[in-house]
């Protein structure tokens, strides 16, 4: 089945937002084996909506639209949508229960709130279509299932659309496409991207079922494996033969095969497997690492302290790099890297200690020196490594590839114990 | 002028990239005052994108196309182009000559690497098409402005596409409409946006010329005027009467009206400018705080040092929070917020310390101390303030507004002084 994503709102058309429905809707659309050739977006007008969808009733089998269903007099996508699909609008009980039980909520905790006629027109439905369930906000979805066509209608707030679209358009369209797609993610850390591909060339020239894509992060490459079978299950078996090349192939280097999982996750889970502690200590990343720690809900169990060290003062005293170091070496040397995180394991005691220092720019770079040195450190059970980095890019960049390199090492490093 | 965005790339189609392009060539368009009606996105495929092509000119003055310049056989943006705009290739020796200089020194940098035929593709231009340099990367874009139709092609890749729209397309354009939009973005902290919005109601309700639109942003609200006129000056003559409106209501509020300025530059020029010193001392955010202070190209005049005193244990030891608070009022209270705070002044010297405690969830909530709890202090000059919040979202956003909430804090106590 051919589907065309067509998002309602003047707010994409003028560059105020970006249309993260399309590629969450169109994500969900391939791994449902549907074909999306087209995303539309189009206005708050009634003429040009109307354009809109006769064009991808036209064309396609499945549409599915966001936004424009709202109370306001400006929401018109169910009328354009009904008009074009040859439906009535009726008003239905239950959702009109629903919204006047929203409202007297929303009234008791807003005194003074008038609710106006407007939210009514919320409880309008077509004859003859499928009301979806708005968890999050008043707007009902809707699915008209009529002439070989499936015109699907879903509130514009992320919030709302998400789990709707989860929860009730997916079964829905799942049962209309008997085939799916499954897809599987490997993760990898520690290699680049041109380093990745030119690994698996000869996998990537040979792929049918399942295919293979990369992705390239900051600091990672994801492998992205999908197969078209029946069931899950079948696809699965699909991919696995692929899955155990990779593995083969990358071993370590692969940190999780868990779409959910991040590059902190996997480290904070490895530490506490360990029944490890971390200290951080930062310089150019200024707490970016300690923060992507506590990313992970339960890091508390791993991470007791992280300093930032910013100035050679701090550096000094908080963990005691010497001041010969600092003179002979700099704040950025490998030197300075090994005693921030030797340092941190003195003084505090923990199990494992992670440094970094270097040279975010854009200023601050020398010949010797230049923008983009970096240094990390990584302190563990009486053995200690330091990296040297040459980074690309703005400060943004050099500071979050330095945090991706600072947990790899992290990783590395504990993994040995 | 009417204008339409045409995004080529089967990648956006599946949902693996979000449409970025399209919101920056929207933004821009609306900058020149130009009505963008459509955005639509089609895959690598020469009949539907040569549907999508005759479509969009049938209905639009301007179309804008991004993608599909490479050299691969998959590009077909220009090809296809031409064909809809009667227009044929030739080979341009400028561009030719551009492409063989690159790919010389693409070679010297990757020995081994093979040039193949593909590359002269991009060499091909319309005949009566105006060449678009491309300083980072190989395809050229184009211009083909012909029987009242513009039709502009520029390569995918944000990096390439953008410093081209900036400084060859908006030129273009601007030349053929002569009407401009100026905008000017007020960025105000410590006000939510719904207190905003009712507190400018009056001006919202009767806007003419210039508009008034209020955006929301972790912890800040973002208003932006935008006034149309002949000239900027003129432009900027217009909207100054609704500015002075604005700071005579908002006051300090208003952090900046530089749209490149974020609050954390905010807050380092305001401690630069009062030669004072900052530590930072953080629970839940983990060193968020310190990381967005380092931000700030040239945030080593102001941050010395910050502490990630994640453990009850690294708050007793590293900033002095007693015993007897922690064990009475626990870590998340007003007390230990400000022993963090007036503890980091003592045990580094600092002019001031910022410091947050606080519960982000998912789990460790209480009925007493629910998920959302989190205490600001901000300790200057002898002088400590706490500020209990009471935030909702999930974790990662009630760290992204108790980091923002702290920033708001911190410039409210250094400002006094």
């Given at each position: 089945?051919?589907?065309e994503i067509v998002s309602v709102g003047t ?346 220092t270097g040279i975010a720019g854009p200023g ?54």
């Amino acid at each position: 089945m051919i589907v065309e994503i067509v998002s309602v709102g003047t707010e994409i058309l003028l560059g105020n937002i970006v249309n993260t429905n399309a590629a969450y809707l169109s994500e969900k659309c391939a791994e449902l084996g549907l074909s999306c050739y087209y995303q539309t977006v189009v206005g708050d007008n009634e003429d040009r909506m109307s354009e809109v969808m006769e064009n991808a009733l036209s064309r396609s089998d499945v549409v599915i639209c966001s936004g424009g269903l709202g109370p306001t007099e400006d929401d018109k996508t169910k009328e354009v949508a009904c008009k074009a699909m040859g439906e009535q609008l009726v008003e239905d009980g239950i959702t009109r229960g629903r919204i006047e039980e929203y409202m007297e909520n929303y009234v008791k905790s807003n005194p003074g709130y008038i609710v106006t006629d407007n939210n009514w027109k919320q409880a309008m439905v077509p004859e003859h279509g499928l009301v979806l369930n708005n968890d999050n906000g008043t707007a009902p979805g809707l699915i008209i299932d009529k002439d070989q066509k499936i015109m699907i209608l879903l509130p514009g707030p992320p919030i709302e659309m998400k789990p709707m679209f989860e929860n009730q358009v997916f079964p829905y369209l799942h049962s209309k496409q008997p085939e799916i797609i499954y897809s599987t993610t490997l993760k990898i850390c520690g290699s680049g991207e041109s380093y990745v591909e030119s690994a698996i060339r000869d996998l990537i020239d040979s792929q049918t079922n399942p295919t293979i894509a990369t992705y390239a992060k900051t600091g990672e490459v994801h492998l992205r494996l999908t197969a078209k079978a029946e069931t899950e299950e079948e696809a699965k078996e699909l991919i696995k033969p692929m899955r155990q090349e990779l593995e083969k192939r990358f071993g370590t280097y692969i940190y999780t095969e868990d779409e959910d999982e991040t590059l902190e996750m996997a480290v904070v889970k490895l530490l506490k497997e360990k029944s490890m502690t971390l200290t951080t200590v930062e310089s150019c990343t200024g707490g970016a690492i300690s923060a992507r720690i506590v990313n992970v809900s339960g890091a508390s169990d791993v991470l007791m302290q992280g300093f930032v060290t910013y100035s050679n003062e701090a550096k000094h005293k908080l963990v005691g790099v010497s001041n010969e170091t600092l003179m002979e070496f700099g704040a950025v040397s490998e030197e300075t890297a090994r005693e921030m995180a030797e340092g941190a394991v003195r003084t505090t005691g923990s199990d494992v200690a992670l440094s970094v220092t270097g040279i975010a720019g854009p200023g601050g770079g020398t010949k010797e020196k230049p923008v983009g040195l970096v240094y990390i450190g990584c302190s563990c059970k009486g053995e200690t490594k330091v990296k040297e980095l040459h980074l690309t890019g703005n400060r943004t960049k050099i500071r979050e590839q330095s945090v991706a390199q600072a947990l790899t090492l992290l990783r590395e490093c504990v993994m040995k114990i």
